[in-house]
């Protein structure tokens, strides 16, 4: 089960051991990380689980669907070259060790 | 040391919990569930739940440990049946009491239900039992009749007709989301279902004889609110239990949020209860800055979604009063904004497969701007300046 290091707006770092499956919106919500708001409940709706991906990790991850692609566009927070949507990535093999930043504001 | 009391576990019990923490409230918060699960989200039930692509530790808000750690109590299994005003406790059916300083009833809605005479065997979905019930029996059967042509109804028939079964829609209005959509979105997922081989009967008479041909049932016509808890207490109750702009009912320490909730709502223009997940979360978190004496007045722009095959929709505002609209995107590809105008001002946006219209409505809205109509059709300009 990968290793997920999340960074909260404020610099704490936490790391979870996250089921297989579980998307990284989930891992963070359901142990408490704060700043990812996730107020839809993981159905790429709203845009408010918006993370900054390791670079290291960005060629591991499956590519976004148009709509997540959108959906960024109108995040709060600035999008970079490694932004995505939490709830469309998920914990797989590959993730192991992955660590995602929080931005400010969602 | 205050003691908060929160009964009913859905987004609105969760967020109040969570929230109330978040603002630095020190006393004890204890979070009553009458199911039997922790915390979990109700939304994905008529959707990834029943496709199989979500389970239940994907629904859960929060793990065991959240709660642990932020010293919220999660009662699970306890059905509160009374609410004693004048010591300030509530009681549970196994003889439980719990005593309070703050109340907050996030007890939400129940499903309506067809005269037994009609739909004797029917599923209904609303909690997690029903949507493992409803998957369960959806297994083993080939044909499924889903009454009502709402969001439920639709997704639940989305989801049947995904796995392979039979599905006829019996509306009894003539068009399908009547209460929520125009015309013309009612259309684009009549034709939707049509294509995915569901067959829609609108203007339907629900009757035994015309149920009885289908292996499964399933109803989704509605809820009701479930306001007796407060109603026997003595509590003010109107379609709902009513509350202040801060969630307070006529009790000043008892609030109330969510489903349950009959609020004014000025984007509503009246006085209403709104079903939804943004309801739910906002109001709950007024009612927490209120116990906190941090108050503000709730004034969020409704939102609401569905997702039926390919097609997902998105509402900001209430449409049901307005004078003029604008269409942005394209028709033809359902993939559309149909923006709503009341005296020139924008009251509410539907996106069909357009989630950054919606994101960028639901901040004009609350911001009170309205484009042009020249602006919302043309799609190339940004309705947004971040």
């Known amino acids: 089960m990968p290793h997920i290091t999340y960074i909260e707006p404020n610099g704490t770092a936490k790391t979870y051991d996250l089921p297989l499956g579980a998307s990284l919106m989930e891992g963070a919500v359901q142990n408490g990380v704060n700043g990812i708001v996730a107020e839809c409940g993981g159905s790429c709706m709203c845009a408010t689980c918006h993370i900054y991906v390791d670079d290291a990790f960005l060629s591991q991850l499956p590519e976004m669907e148009e709509e997540e692609n959108e959906m960024l566009d109108s995040a709060t927070s600035e999008r970079r070259p490694n932004s995505r949507l939490g709830c469309q990535v998920r914990a797989t093999p590959k993730v192991e060790g992955l660590i995602v930043r929080i931005p400010s504001v969602q | 040391m205050k003691k908060v009391v929160i009964i009913g576990a859905g987004h609105g019990g969760v967020q109040a919990a969570t929230s109330l923490r978040d603002m630095g409230f020190e006393g004890t918060i204890q979070l009553i569930a009458d199911e039997a699960h922790l915390p979990y989200q109700k939304p994905p039930l008529s959707k990834g739940f029943l496709n199989g692509k979500q389970t239940v530790e994907n629904l859960l808000f929060r793990n065991a440990n959240y709660y642990a750690e932020h010293h919220i109590e999660v009662i699970v299994g306890e059905k509160i049946e009374a609410i004693q005003l004048h010591n300030q406790t509530v009681t549970s059916s196994t003889g439980h009491t719990f005593e309070y300083d703050y109340l907050i009833l996030a007890t939400g809605a129940r499903n309506r239900e067809l005269p037994k005479a009609i739909a004797s065997n029917a599923l209904y979905l609303r909690s997690m039992s029903d949507a493992q019930q409803l998957k369960l029996a959806l297994d083993v059967v080939e044909s499924v009749a889903v009454v009502g042509g709402g969001f439920i109804g639709l997704e639940v028939a989305a989801s049947a007709a995904e796995a392979g079964k039979q599905v006829t829609v019996l509306e009894v209005q003539n068009r399908l989301m009547a209460r929520v959509l125009p015309p013309v979105l009612s259309e684009v997922f009549l034709k939707k279902h049509q294509e995915m081989g569901v067959n829609v009967q609108l203007n339907a008479t629900v009757s035994a004889e015309a149920l009885a041909e289908f292996d499964l049932v399933v109803v989704g016509i509605g809820v009701v609110p479930n306001q007796e808890l407060a109603q026997e207490a003595g509590i003010e109750c109107q379609n709902g239990v009513l509350v202040n702009e801060y969630q307070q009912t006529s009790v000043s320490n008892v609030y109330a949020i969510g489903d ?127």
């Open chain 2, 260 to 386: 349950c909730a009959s609020h004014y709502n000025r984007f509503a223009g009246k006085q209403c209860r709104l079903e939804s997940v943004q309801n739910a979360v906002d109001q709950a978190k007024i009612a927490a800055a209120h116990i906190c004496e941090k108050t503000q007045p709730y004034d969020a722009v409704p939102w609401f979604w569905t997702n039926q095959f390919d097609l997902k929709l998105q509402m900001a505002g209430i449409n049901s009063d307005y004078d003029s609209y604008a269409f942005r995107g394209d028709l033809v590809a359902n993939k559309f904004s149909i923006f709503y105008f009341k005296e020139n001002k924008l009251v509410a946006v539907d996106s069909l497969n357009r989630p950054a219209d919606h994101l960028a409505a639901r901040k004009l809205i609350q911001a009170g701007i309205t484009p042009t109509k020249e602006q919302v059709e043309d799609a190339t300009l940004k309705l947004i300046t971040s």
